[in-house]
């Protein structure tokens, strides 16, 4: 699967995958699912899955979080190139349904948001073995996914990503695919020449800050890179934008 021409439709969430090895339809095998993108303002949530035959692994893996882009790339790269015994899928969420599932009446909050995206990747692919890098409670979240899925054996653990290496390549695999987009992101709002220099785009950042401030239309407020369901957003809005009652 080739991440590179992909371009992300600011309205929608959709999957991406690769194939799945025979292998991991025949014998049993390890599914480790992550995420990347919880904590910014700005752009999509990736939550991707791996599922490989552990025997066959023979890449050095990490969390992401330890790794260079330039490492994590190269480590994609790898995974990609071993479909013999690796697979993988990612969940896209997008900025807006982000913001619509947070803002809407009867609340759908972020961690609902990310259980569900990961039950229903289990679904997608899921084999024998789980080992999920915990979202909210681990001994909540590990019920949840047993009561599920009945049959298999489910481990949650904080900080999966650097204890179980199938974790870790979920990690790059979402990590990777949420850099690559919002480095490339598409508005298909008029802004024109729209500054790409928003820096991480977590709340605190000031390069961040800075930019939400700039692209802040006191009427129509943000182009839907933004999760304006953040309250950093929401802030800016209330204090630099025009009120409007319904």
Not at 113 to 120: G, P, Q, R, V
Not at 176 to 198: H, Q, S, T
Not at 207 to 226: E, I, S
Request: charged fraction near 25%; include cysteine.
């Amino acid at each position: 699967m080739d991440l590179s021409s992909f371009e992300m439709d600011n309205s929608v969430s959709c999957r991406l995958a690769s194939q799945i090895p025979d292998v991991c339809r025949t014998e049993d095998c390890c599914l480790g699912i992550d995420e990347a993108g919880r904590g910014p303002v700005l752009g999509m949530l990736k939550i991707s899955h791996c599922i490989l035959k552990l025997i066959h692994c023979v890449i050095p893996l990490s969390d992401s979080k330890t790794l260079t882009e330039a490492e994590r790339e190269r480590l994609f790269q790898k995974l990609d190139e071993s479909r013999n015994y690796v697979g993988w899928a990612l969940q896209i969420l997008s900025p807006n349904t982000i913001s619509t599932s947070m803002l809407q009446r009867t609340k759908y909050n972020l961690n609902a948001l990310s259980h569900d995206t990961a039950i229903a990747l289990v679904q997608y692919a899921l084999d024998n073995g789980v080992y999920v890098d915990t979202v909210g409670p681990a001994e909540k979240y590990q019920e949840k996914l047993s009561q599920r899925f009945p049959g298999i054996e489910v481990t949650v653990k904080p900080k999966a990503d650097s204890l179980f290496p199938i974790v870790s390549a979920a990690s790059i695999c979402a990590k990777v695919a949420r850099d690559r987009v919002v480095k490339g992101w598409k508005f298909n709002e008029d802004l024109g020449d729209v500054d790409p220099d928003y820096g991480s785009g977590y709340p605190n950042d000031p390069k961040t800050k800075a930019w939400l401030l700039k692209y802040l239309d006191p009427v129509f407020g943000y182009p839907q890179f933004v999760r304006f369901s953040w309250s950093t957003a929401q802030t800016l809005m209330d204090s630099k934008a025009v009120p409007v009652h319904w």
